[in-house]
């Protein structure tokens, strides 16, 4: 059973604005933070920005801060993540994934992980 999908990649003029989303269902939804990770090509997974379900301040990495904005709506069951501003170095495919812990950035806590979205930022 699908727990994580992420939509709303595509294809982008640098400058220009993508938002992606996550429908998240069952075990998922009931951890206590999500979080977005992306993979750029021969890169590691790199974090991007957490949330918790129950509120408070979202959590960014240096490179995304004052550009990309985390957010969630609980009726939905869906976390959003509002990138402005893009550059190509933003270009990787991004996953949404579920964490157990609070604020965690590291790839290792996450225990439940979406099928991935394709971003790429053009000059």
């Known amino acids: 059973q699908e727990q994580l999908v992420e939509s709303g990649g595509g294809l982008v003029q640098a400058g220009g604005s993508l938002r992606l989303s996550c429908a998240a269902s069952g075990r998922a939804f009931s951890s206590k933070a999500m979080g977005w990770f992306r993979q750029a090509p021969g890169k590691e997974h790199e974090f991007v920005a957490a949330?918790?379900?129950?509120?408070?301040?979202?959590y960014y990495a240096a490179s995304v801060k004052g550009r990309f904005t985390i957010s969630r709506d609980n009726a939905k069951n869906t976390v959003y993540l509002q990138m402005n501003m893009l550059k190509p170095e933003d270009t990787a495919v991004y996953y949404c994934g579920a964490s157990t812990l609070d604020y965690c950035t590291a790839y290792g806590c996450y225990d439940y992980w979406g099928q991935g979205t394709q971003v790429t930022v053009s000059s």
């Open positions: 949330i918790r379900w129950s509120g408070g301040t979202p």
